[in-house]
């Protein structure tokens, strides 16, 4: 029995060892630990409804790094800041690539767009673009006047709705004023709010893309029965509905760019200067196309979800929101409204904003990587054609990184340990915009998308429910997105004097 006993550890000790220094073939490491799987279904019962939740409770159980099938999909988790770092920094290259699904191929044109792209030159050429006309720092300041009037008339909807006693709808009020931000900048045209068949049509298109992307597809995870998931087919109905308005659209523009000579939007400028990819190639129509829609769904949803979660959580704890409006108006006062330039100065509204995408991250589970090849992790094997899911809602609330990691407090970025930390991809506790190569492009837009906004809001209304409303309902609506199951509705009132608010937008 000693004898036993005696060969058995020093059988693991030289496992062990062997693992450590990398010469035990990877075929006999062991996958990480994970729950049972289901023929077919995979672990897809454990998971539950709300994925991102499902696979937190699991990673208490199993560890930070987890393995199992969603369906019959081979999926590794990452459930923790180190982790994180592990597969988008150590293994950031082995994980570039995007799985082939429904919403790659039904929408995003067989992966031509760049948000569903493999890592390739396609890709590639898409970022630098985007980047020369759109996200990059002299791009962002060429469209800051269509951000101000588009704020300006957001607050005109405000006003109304204050004078007649009703009550402002957060996400109905934030899709319709960042769409229209996106529809200017793109195609110069503001896509709710105006009247015509054609302003219509594109209107519907947009709450489709919306809808359809923040649901979850059966036939993605169990590829057998693809034929019968109905979002499939819903997908492909979206797709050839954008495809045509899309290619009418590019139509127009080559007919009537010189009417625009003055101000061009991001495709005629893509159109008219677009610079050539390693080989010499140029975006193709479909890529274009694929990049209009990205830019919708990616600039509107993500960051109006977050707005209303951060406007929640204030009118939850008065005392945060006081001190945002106490620090606007020391650095603005009340005689005017909220300008981009302030923002630095407004370390307070900064961290609620932090805050607001660590607790409510818009993308609480990342887009999923992919890996073609096999790798190995920590002593783990992970076979190829595994998908990656970072659970970015889990990190934000990982009791390791985080203290009181429930609580809403944006005091943690103002005074604590955690003040120097950024939500751009280099502190792995906070990477709502995700990290590595495939980090988000609009990782930058997006952020002062939801400090403008957000600000703008706090600054220029006093905040209250409605009358007989006493509690804000907190729950999680479904799906791959973070949207709450019952939308926010506040009472606004004017708090700026008066003539800040005249000539706000550009129709007053």
């Keep these: ?88 920094k150590t293994l950031d290259a082995a994980f570039s690539d995007r799985p082939s699904g429904v919403l790659s191929k039904e929408v995003a044109y067989n992966g031509r767009d760049m948000v569903f792209s493999d890592y390739n030159p396609n890709w590639k050429l898409l970022r630098k673009v985007t980047s020369l006309h759109l996200l990059g720092p002299k791009a962002m300041a060429r469209w800051a006047a269509v951000r101000q009037d588009e704020a300006g008339r957001m607050l005109d909807s405000m006003l109304k709705l204050s004078v007649a006693g009703k009550p402002v709808t957060m996400p109905d009020l934030l899709v319709c004023t960042l769409a229209n931000v996106i529809g200017r900048i793109t195609v110069s045209q503001r896509v709710f709010d105006e009247e015509g068949k054609e302003s219509k049509a594109f209107k519907e298109m947009i709450m489709e893309l919306l809808v359809g992307e923040g649901a979850s597809n059966i036939g993605d995870l169990v590829p057998a029965i693809r034929w ?81 979660w951060a406007m929640a959580e204030m009118l939850r704890n008065p005392a945060i929101l006081r001190r945002a409006q106490e620090e606007a108006d020391s650095v603005i006062g ?127 209304f006093e905040w209250s429910l409605p009358e007989g409303v006493t509690e804000i309902d907190m729950e999680e609506g479904p799906g791959l997105a973070l949207p709450k199951a019952v939308p926010l509705a506040a009472m606004v009132r004017p708090r700026l004097a008066p003539a800040a608010y005249a000539g706000a937008s550009e129709d007053k």
């Design 1 to 88: 029995m000693d004898l036993y006993l005696i060969s058995s550890v020093f059988l693991c000790f030289l496992i062990h060892l062997l693992i450590r220094r990398r010469l035990l073939p990877r075929r006999f490491l062991p996958l990480p630990p994970g729950p049972f799987n289901f023929p077919i279904l995979g672990a897809l019962p454990f998971i539950g409804p709300m994925p991102y939740s499902g696979l937190a409770r699991l990673a208490h159980r199993y560890g930070p790094i987890m393995f199992l099938k969603m369906g019959t999909r081979r999926v590794v988790v990452a459930s923790s800041p180190a982790a994180a770092r592990t597969f988008l």
């Design 228 to 308: 019968l998931d109905p979002m499939t087919k819903k997908m492909w109905r979206i797709h050839h509905k954008l495809d045509r308005m899309l290619t009418e659209l590019l139509t127009e523009h080559a007919t009537t760019s010189l009417e625009r000579r003055q101000s061009p939007d991001f495709i005629d400028l893509i159109l008219a200067d677009q610079p050539e990819g390693e080989d010499g190639e140029k975006l193709s129509l479909d890529s274009i196309k694929g990049l209009i829609a990205d830019l919708f769904v990616a600039g509107t949803d993500t960051s109006s979800i977050v707005i209303e």
């Design 334 to 460: 009340r005689n005017r409204l909220l300008e981009e330039s302030d923002i630095p100065n407004l370390p307070y509204l900064q961290a609620i904003c932090k805050e607001a995408l660590r607790k409510h991250p818009s993308t609480p589970l990342s887009i999923p990587h992919f890996s073609k090849e096999p790798c190995e992790i920590e002593g783990y094997r992970i076979p190829g054609e595994t998908w990656l899911l970072v659970n970015i809602w889990a990190i934000g609330r990982h009791p390791d990184a985080w203290e009181n990691p429930l609580e809403f407090s944006p005091e943690r970025f103002v005074d604590g340990k955690m003040a120097k930390i950024e939500p751009l991809g280099n502190d792995f506790e906070l990477i709502p915009f995700g990290a590595g190569r495939r980090i988000c492009a609009g990782k930058h837009a997006g952020l002062l998308m939801v400090q403008y906004f957000l600000g703008t809001m706090v600054h220029s």
